[in-house]
T-cell receptor, first 112, second 112 residues
Framework: NAGVTQTPKFQVLKTGQSMTLQCAQD?????MYWYRQDPGMGLRLIYYSASEGTTDKGEVPNGYNVSRLNKREFSLRLESAAPSQTSVYFC???????????FGNGTRLTVT | GNSVTQMEGPVTLSEEAFLTINCTYTATGYPSLFWYVQYPGEGLQLLLKATKADDKGSNKGFEATYRKETTSFHLEKGSVQVSDSAVYFCALSRPNAGKSTFGDGTTLTVKP
């Protein structure tokens, strides 16, 4: 059971470079999410997609864009990376209602 | 808006000690409440949940009761093990509202 798969696991970027974080889920969930996790700040929602074809901003969307490519895949793009975007990024998916989130294992990103 | 406040960590206990991690919330309506656990290098995974007042969620010896009168969902375990060392997150979601709100996480270390 793959669940939620994120790639890459690790990435180092220089300031100003761009990259796309990939996420795919095989549970047929409608909703998908991108969070970042920073020490002492818990998880903060960057963007989410309630269903295929829709995306909405979360708490900290600046500097990021997303694409819900199809029901399975939800990518996060950094157009011009900044050191403040050094973080661990988690993708998650869920069904509507009382369902919990299912998380991937994260992408650890360092921007120098 | 919605918010979750967790007991500050880190928490260090000896094996077989009793564990309580406090969690209180603020939310409109009738949220579902969750505890997630994160082991080193991994994503969050659901530990237990409760979807209505007075429900008790339980899993792997952990328990939490949804207390609407005190807006709390405290996590307890009667006898912790070294393998319980992890970061614990309290979270809430409102059905069909799309987004979850997380506490900042509490790091638990259990010493043999």
């Amino acid at each position: 059971n793959a669940g939620v798969t994120q790639t890459p696991k690790f990435q180092v970027l220089k300031t100003g470079q761009s990259m796309t974080l990939q996420c795919a889920q095989d549970m047929n969930h409608n909703s998908m999410y991108w969070y970042r996790q920073d020490p002492g700040m818990g998880l903060r929602l960057i963007y989410y997609s309630a269903s295929e074809g829709t995306t909405d901003k979360g708490e900290v969307p600046n500097g990021y864009n997303v694409s819900r490519l199809n029901k399975r895949e939800f990518s996060l793009r950094l157009e011009s990376a900044a050191p403040s975007q050094t973080s661990v990024y988690f993708c998650a998916s869920s069904d509507p209602g009382h369902s919990p989130l299912h998380f991937g294992n994260g992408t650890r990103l360092t921007v120098t | 808006g919605n918010s979750v406040t967790q007991m500050e960590g880190p928490v260090t206990l000896s094996e077989e000690a009793f564990l309580t991690i406090n969690c209180t919330y603020t939310a409109t309506g009738y949220p579902s409440l969750f505890w997630y656990v994160q082991y080193p290098g991994e994503g969050l995974q659901l530990l237990l949940k409760a979807t209505k007042a007075d429900d008790k969620g339980s899993n792997k010896g952990f328990e939490a009761t949804y207390r609407k009168e005190t807006t709390s969902f405290h996590l307890e375990k009667g006898s912790v093990q070294v393998s319980d060392s992890a970061v614990y997150f309290c979270a809430l979601s409102r059905p069909n509202a799309g987004k979850s709100t997380f506490g900042d996480g509490t790091t638990l270390t259990v010493k043999p």
